[in-house]
């Protein structure tokens, strides 16, 4: 591995930033791309009597991109009075319409599609509903254009066409909008654009392409730094001739008792990997171990011990949390000769800092408490 090339190429390099895509409830709740979860979000906008407020705004914006379709200027449609919603219309062939748009003489059959193939049998969805040709249209809703669509009466418009149209029209609407619905329409409109959009744009691509022998280096040599990181945190642990037992989580490293699983020392060497360049350790009780600790003296501690110690601890007042930092210090900012030799640096503050000797002390406290039980 040549660190010079490697060097060289970062310095003179520009290269691009990829933006994570922004997280929405949909995401959160792990359905962000379910066409059942979106054909029941569409029902409740399209109908114009619901809650949210916002009327005829999508109704409205959904004929119109059907009017400026070339099969859409043959036909005329009308749903400016009642009209009714369905989701998972049944057909007379067994099939199901994600989205029937009705009233007594004009339908649309709706089939909502995400990442699915467009592999529905069109004919039975328009032999089902019982309008003429000329009082009903189809319309494939999905992701990215598709090109050929096995139904002449179908027709094919984007997820991001119909919100964006949405929100062009929006306007006035949001004055008479229930506050909540509105933050929801936002989050879907966000979800719609997420799932719409790449998150690589193809210039990002051909810069790949164009370095990708020289980005293999530098993984490589980001992967041999985070390996030589964690490997110097376990040679401290070994040097502490301590039987921790070691978790791992990310950029942290949880060394818990053999008889207290909720006392652990936790190190943080996430930040090491950035120009900060600092590192936490940290004494800390879990769970029922807070609790527990709550009775033991403070006198149980020398004076440089305290020093150590969070001193709010002591006092009575209700810890929320599950997680307890009970003492070390928060970000010790290193230099390059100390991560050079990060091993020695962590065994000797965890040590200098009286971090052994109050967590032995804890552990002992735990044991002798768990067995008056």
């Not at 950035?274 to 769970?287: G, T």
């Not at 209700?318 to 990060?342: H, M, R, V």
Request: net charge negative.
């Amino acid at each position: 591995m040549n660190v010079n090339k490697i060097k060289d190429f970062l310095k003179s390099t520009k290269i691009p930033k990829v933006f994570d895509k922004p997280k929405t409830f949909l995401d959160i709740a792990r359905q962000p791309h379910y066409e059942n979860v979106l054909s029941n979000l569409y029902a409740f906008y399209l109908n114009k009597e619901e809650e949210h407020g916002f009327g005829s705004l999508f109704i409205d914006s959904l004929m119109e991109i059907i009017e400026e379709s070339d099969l859409g200027k043959n036909i005329e449609l009308d749903f400016s009075d009642t009209f009714s919603i369905e989701t998972e219309y049944p057909t007379k062939s067994d099939g199901r319409i994600d989205l029937l748009i009705a009233n007594e003489e004009h339908a649309i059959i709706i089939e909502n599609k995400i990442y699915h193939k467009l592999i529905n049998n069109l004919n039975d969805y328009w032999d089902s509903i019982d309008y003429s040709d000329e009082n009903k249209i189809g319309i494939i809703v999905s992701l990215h254009p598709i090109n050929n669509i096995n139904h002449q009466s179908f027709i094919n418009i984007t997820h991001i066409d119909l919100w964006l149209r949405v929100m062009k029209n929006i306007g006035n609407h949001v004055v008479h909008a229930n506050e909540k619905y509105l933050v929801f329409l936002k989050d879907i409109y966000q979800n719609i654009i997420n799932l719409s959009a790449n998150t690589m744009k193809e210039k990002d691509l051909e810069f790949y392409y164009d370095n990708c022998d020289k980005i293999k280096e530098v993984t490589q040599f980001s992967d041999a730094f985070n390996k030589y990181l964690t490997d110097e945190v376990e040679k401290a642990m070994k040097n502490l001739d301590q039987e921790f037992k070691q978790r791992k989580s990310n950029g942290l490293r949880y060394l818990s008792s053999p008889n207290n699983k909720d006392l652990v020392i936790f190190i943080d060497i996430d930040n090491l990997k950035k120009d900060d360049k600092s590192l936490s350790i940290i004494v800390e009780l879990q769970n029922n171990a807070i609790e527990v600790c709550r009775n033991i003296e403070k006198s149980s501690f020398t004076t440089a011990e305290l020093k150590t110690i969070d001193q709010d601890f002591f006092s009575k007042k209700k810890i929320e949390d599950n997680e307890y930092p009970f003492a070390g210090q928060w970000d010790y900012e290193l230099c390059i000769d100390q991560i050079g030799d990060l091993s020695s640096f962590i065994t000797n503050q965890i040590e200098e800092d009286h971090l052994l000797s109050i967590f032995e002390k804890l552990d002992n406290f735990l044991t002798s408490e768990r067995q008056k039980k």
